[in-house]
């Protein structure tokens, strides 16, 4: 299937730092989209991108799909120790036609850990 | 309230013994899909239903069967587990493919011994 490789795979930061990560595929995606998940629950949705170039934010989260559409970056601004968890990028592939409309393919996560 | 049940949330099963795991949504979505997550690789999905009477495989359905008979209820069956079955397993769903209310169960622990 696709493959989206997702960096850095861990990131130790300090309270108030700002925190940047992305996702790169060799093949271009229609939808990006970024997920956090906590600890012992299901992933949380954080934002939904959907045309090459688009950048949205959600509170102190900004998201870009990149221009190429084979890559998109999450950038999240004074981190607080609640941003703890594992984030996420998907993407539904561009050349996913017919029944495979609904493929999902998801990165491999980047382990952040804020010290307060 | 809007939400992604699945059943159960724990399980340990020996080789070969058939099992299904139930998932149920209460927001009328059409679109459902179930993941497994295993260390280092990220959530790969499995299979999934872009509406009643309609499934398709995604990238790892080897070994799973499901089942969409009703619009609420999306189970993954397993009719032989095996040990590399052994995995946390998510279903999810969401008003449309890729729709911004993408919601996920608090996932399935399975054991295969």
């Known amino acids: 299937g696709q493959q989206l490789n997702q960096s850095p795979q861990s990131m130790f930061i300090q309270e108030g730092e700002d925190v940047s990560m992305n996702c790169t595929s060799s093949?271009?995606?229609?939808?990006w989209l970024w997920y956090k998940q906590d600890p012992g629950e299901g992933p949380v949705l954080l934002i939904a991108?959907?045309?090459?170039?688009e950048l949205t934010s959600n509170g102190r989260l900004t998201a870009q799909f990149g221009i190429t559409r084979k890559d998109s970056f999450l950038n999240i601004s004074a981190s607080i120790p609640s941003d703890v968890g594992i984030y996420f990028c998907a993407g539904h592939p561009a050349n996913a036609g017919g029944t495979s409309y609904g493929k999902l393919t998801f990165g491999q996560g980047t382990i952040l850990t804020v010290h307060p | 309230e809007a939400q992604v049940t699945q059943n159960p949330r724990y399980l340990i099963t020996v080789t070969g013994k058939k099992l299904t795991v139930t998932c149920s949504q209460n927001?009328?979505?059409?679109?459902m899909s179930w993941y497994r997550q295993d260390p280092g690789l990220g959530l790969r999905q499995i299979y999934y239903s872009m509406n009643v009477e309609v499934t398709d495989k995604g990238d790892v359905p080897e070994g799973y069967k499901v089942s969409r008979k009703e619009k609420r209820n999306f189970p993954l069956i397993l009719e032989s587990p095996s040990p590399n079955q052994t995995s946390l397993y998510f279903c999810?769903?969401?008003?449309?493919?890729?729709?911004?209310?993408?919601?996920f169960g608090q996932g399935t622990r399975l054991t295969v011994v």
């Open positions: 093949s271009i995606f229609n939808t």
């Open positions: 999810a769903s969401s008003l449309q493919r890729g729709g911004t209310e993408a919601f």
């Open positions: 927001m009328n979505h059409e679109y």
């Open positions: 991108l959907y045309k090459a170039g």
